[in-house]
């Protein structure tokens, strides 16, 4: 079966921007949701390890690392809806049949989320009671949520590689289908970019959470004793290392194993050329302003600029998967030609209340730092 | 249909629609009245000095935000995902009339969930001017986070001037846009009232607190309550006459409409007589049963708004079997699975002998063995009915639907189901097509119940 036959004709509505605005929203937006995700993906299960095999600075750490993690979920949750309500703007011919054909899978996410969100606040409602000493009921509840999230991030790599994997669609579905009605029980194992993109994924969010740890260990924990800043220098020099090491493994894995050689061709050339060496190169940035905190001592400043590095780590990131995806895509669709009708009240309003509402967030914010002046002042 | 229908068995999957938007709802009025109440609470607390009452609200903002940012948050992102794999060509659509009303109310999300935090964790540290200011803002952004959401649902059922002139204004400023907008006010009123007391008699333990929480909670539930009756009837009156006929013509759905007005004015009365009057009587038994009264009227709402829309999701643009309204007339010549992407590609895969000029030829169908027909036949069913029928068994089973049932009857249904019930899409196909479905339907439809006596001839 030719798998160009599974895609659908265009909407009659056409796309109510240019498709350089959605794309630029939707790349901007998962940027933002990067950096709350990362520090859940791979900060529960790190807080989970040091609060078994820490010791005492590591369980500190640990205590630090889950107490924000509320806060750091709504956010991140929040800010996923902007790429997802771009993609489906976008990239509606491949977004909805891929997440239909492991149906399941995806809408089992809402499940898995809202329980290993209520798992976090239950484990946080420990530390808040139990201080040091967590019960062990809620330690596994811990360990349950932090496989929670590595489940959820596995079914949104199925998702989002099945989206471009137009070829392995006929497959999927006569195999898993009643009178040609999937039973969106699918899932895209066979792919092989599926597992280096999931570990990529991790090792990624690896390198954020070390980012965080030091952001946090400068800006947030003036109170703790004061060898805790130099051990979580050390502890963020360790994940971030380890991170790095594993982004250099499976993106590697991931380029040069998985890719077809056109694809690899194409992002080598020209001025894409230079995108690819700074997304692959740019991890080495953070990691060395880690490195060179844990020598030399850390400062606000100093981790305010690693955070600043660690963006633009996941901003390159952003802009590349974009344009995988698009050259993916490309042999079956091109999602640039579609007729744009331009709604620009709509359009307008929305970037009007865009800027008020940041004004509003940054007035909002202004009050916090005023609290904080006048506390410690 | 562009997509690939999913199968759900037993439930079929727009049902899953159903059932998280309940779940959501639920919460999300709260979400929005239970901010409002904070505001005004807040602001009422620190005028008087009330500091029983402050510590009382601190309690209840935390309860608030682990109910409406976590659950209310992740079911309304679940809905989201239901309606891409359970209702694709509709949320599509939706999206590229909606999708700057969506970027809007985001933003309003964002107000929210910074507003919302601040609020309860720098309680006690900003000053009270700063402290209200900030329960406002929440307040304001989730009331306009449900202005904006109600401009899209309501457009779904009414879509007014939008098939002709075809613009975001059009379709946001729908006749079911005030009045939807009113009746979720006061459902947002009044169910946040009902939390608070569900709360409240189980937290405030001093009973002075708990009467002053009583009355003041009274007014805008009270005022929720008449918000709903007029929001209401504008609701009906606004209604397309296909959604009023549906509204009369189904029992079921006649009864609901009673039940969750008697509920409401019952809900009125109670409160007027209870907290309002007699703040003492609110006891948590009292609470529990109010609440609980609050659910089922908010759910049988819910769930009719859903029920009268059929046969369209969007009225009069796209139809529940997921294909535009105006394409029927030419699906009826060219074929339902000709006109499906799916359909088409699962029939030449299967069937390539039937394809003449790369087109499905209505009459190779009946050609096929008798096995294959019904094979297909069950391939349309999956992808004209199954989006309200279950197959063998389930919700709204054809085949319960028709046992005992003549090969004609079920002919003519398949023939014209907008005939049979309005709230039917037509039927979309060829002639030949609807031969198969018929036979697929006879394959699996019921025997007659055995047993049932009737007299007998002489």
């Known amino acids: 079966m030719d798998p160009t036959t599974l895609i659908g004709p265009s909407s009659p509505l056409g796309y109510p921007a240019p498709y350089w605005f959605l794309i630029t929203f939707k790349v901007l937006g998962f940027t933002l949701h990067m950096v709350p995700m990362h520090i859940w993906y791979a900060g529960v299960l790190l807080a989970m390890l040091l609060q078994w095999r820490g010791g005492e600075v590591g369980r500190q750490l640990s205590r630090r690392l889950m107490r924000p993690m509320p806060i750091l979920i709504a956010l991140g949750i929040n800010f996923g809806i902007v790429p997802l309500l771009f993609t489906q703007v976008a990239y509606y011919k491949v977004f909805y049949p891929a997440t239909i054909l492991m149906a399941w899978p995806w809408v089992s996410i809402i499940v898995l989320l809202t329980l290993a969100y209520y798992g976090v606040y239950i484990y946080v409602a420990g530390l808040r009671t139990e201080g040091a000493t967590i019960a062990r009921w809620r330690q596994a509840v811990g360990w349950v949520t932090a496989a929670f999230f590595l489940l959820i991030g596995f079914f949104f790599s199925n998702a989002f590689s099945l989206m471009t994997n137009v070829r392995a669609w006929p497959d999927l579905w006569l195999r898993k289908s009643i009178g040609g009605a999937p039973l969106g029980t699918a899932l895209n194992t066979e792919d092989p970019t599926l597992w280096p993109r999931w570990l990529m994924m991790f090792s990624l969010a690896l390198t954020t959470t070390a980012v965080f740890i030091i952001v946090d260990a400068e800006w947030f924990a003036p109170q703790e004793r004061p060898n805790y800043r130099a051990a979580a220098r050390r502890a963020a020099l360790m994940i971030s290392t380890i991170g790095v090491i594993g982004f250099a493994t499976t993106g590697s894995w991931y380029v040069f194993g998985t890719w077809p050689a056109e ?115 | 249909m562009h997509y690939p229908w999913w199968y759900v068995p037993f439930l079929t999957s727009p049902m899953l629609i159903a059932i998280i938007s309940v779940l959501h709802v639920l919460v999300a009025h709260y979400a929005v009245g239970g901010g409002l109440f904070l505001a005004v609470e807040t602001q009422y607390a620190y005028r008087y000095n009330h500091r029983e009452y402050l510590a009382y609200l601190k309690e209840h903002a935390w309860f608030f935000i682990l109910i409406t940012v976590v659950y209310g948050a992740i079911t309304g992102v679940g809905i989201w995902w239901t309606i891409g794999v359970a209702s694709p060509l509709a949320t599509q659509t939706l999206i590229h009339i909606f999708v700057f009303g969506w970027a809007m109310e985001y933003v309003f999300f964002v107000l929210e969930i ?38 899209i649902t309501a457009f779904m059922l009414n879509s007014g001037q939008w098939p002709e002139e075809r613009t975001f204004w059009a379709g946001f400023l729908n006749p079911q846009f005030v009045p939807q907008v009113f009746a979720r006010t006061g459902g947002a009123f009044l169910l946040a009232s009902l939390y608070v007391y569900l709360h409240a008699t189980f937290k405030a333990k001093d009973p002075a607190l708990r009467d002053l929480i009583a009355a003041r909670s009274a007014r805008p539930a009270l005022l929720g309550a008449l918000l709903i009756i007029l929001g209401g009837i504008g609701w009906y009156l606004a209604l397309p006459e296909s959604a009023k006929a549906a509204l009369i013509a189904a029992s079921t759905l006649n009864i609901l409409v009673v039940l969750i007005f008697a509920v409401t004015i019952a809900v009125f009365f109670m409160l007027y007589l209870g907290p309002y009057r007699n703040p003492g ?124 049932w003549t090969p004609d009857m079920v002919r003519t249904v398949v023939e014209h189901p907008e005939k049979a019930h309005f709230f039917m899409p037509p039927w979309a196909g060829t002639p030949e097509e609807a031969e198969l479905l018929t036979k697929y339907l006879l394959r699996i439809a019921h025997p007659r119940p055995a047993g049932m006596y009737f007299g007998e001839e002489k």
């Open chain 1, 263 to 377: 694809l690899r061709e194409s992002m080598f050339r020209g001025p894409l050329r230079a995108l690819t060496g700074l997304t692959a190169i740019s991890p080495g940035i953070p990691w060395l302003l880690i490195l060179w905190q844990w020598r030399k001592g850390g400062t606000r400043a100093r981790a305010v600029a690693t955070a600043v590095a660690q963006v633009l780590v996941l901003a390159f990131n952003a802009i590349s998967r974009q344009i995988v995806q698009n050259a993916e895509l490309g042999q079956f669709l091109d999602v640039t030609v579609e007729p744009v009708r331009l709604q620009w009240s709509p359009l307008i309003l929305f970037l009007l209340l865009f800027a008020i509402g940041l004004g509003v967030v940054a007035w909002m914010l202004r009050r916090l730092k005023a609290i904080r002046t006048s506390e410690s002042g």
């Open chain 2, 114 to 151: 910074v507003s919302a935090f601040i609020f309860y964790y720098f309680w006690g540290r900003l000053d009270p001017k700063t402290h209200v200011r900030i329960g406002w803002i929440y307040a304001g952004s989730a009331w306009m986070s449900l202005v904006l959401i109600t401009g």
């Open chain 2, 281 to 404: 009587w609110l006891s948590p038994g009292f609470a529990i049963l109010f609440f609980t009264f609050g659910l089922v009227a908010i759910t049988t709402g819910e769930y009719i708004r859903e029920a009268v829309r059929k046969p369209y999701i969007i009225y009069n643009v796209v139809l529940g079997n997921q294909v535009y309204a105006e394409k029927v007339p030419e699906l009826r010549r060219t074929g339902y699975l000709e006109g499906g992407t799916w359909t088409k590609a699962w029939v030449a895969h299967h069937y390539p002998q039937v394809l003449n000029n790369d087109r499905i030829d209505p009459a190779q169908l009946l050609a096929l063995p008798e096995e294959d027909q019904v094979k297909l036949g069950e391939v349309l069913f999956l992808y004209h009915c199954n989006d309200c029928h279950a197959g063998r068994r389930g919700f709204s089973a054809v085949a319960q639907l028709i046992r005992g």
